[in-house]
């Protein structure tokens, strides 16, 4: 009986751990907890099909160059923020809105 309390303990710390590196990782900033600049989608596809790497910040509204198409909470040049997503990862996350 004792073994099998001891993986279940291992296996329940592993998904609290986990979860937390997921929480982490999913957290995308929202625009109903605070005033941000969030780009159109019209935007985002553009940029996408551009081909160039760029990334837009979520707080200041900012686009940023050479921006890999996947990141997540770059440093903004212009606010400072760690809010510079690239377009296509804005695009999986579901950001825009159409003006």
């Known amino acids: 009986m004792r073994p099998v309390r001891l993986a279940r303990q291992r296996e ?3 998904a609290i751990r986990h979860r937390r590196e997921l929480l982490a990782y999913a957290r995308i900033p929202s625009p109903l907890t605070r005033e941000s600049v969030m780009p159109s989608i019209d ?3 553009e940029a996408v099909e551009s081909g160039e790497y760029l990334g837009f910040c ?5 686009e940023h160059d050479g921006c890999e198409p996947d990141a997540r909470e770059y440093e903004c040049r212009e606010c400072g923020a760690r809010a510079v997503y690239g377009a ?3 695009l999986l996350m579901g950001v825009g809105e159409n003006p």
Do not use: D, F, R, T
């Open 12 to 14: 329940e710390l592993w």
């Open 43 to 45: 935007q985002i596809v």
């Open 58 to 62: 979520l707080e200041c509204g900012a």
């Open 88 to 90: 296509e990862e804005c």
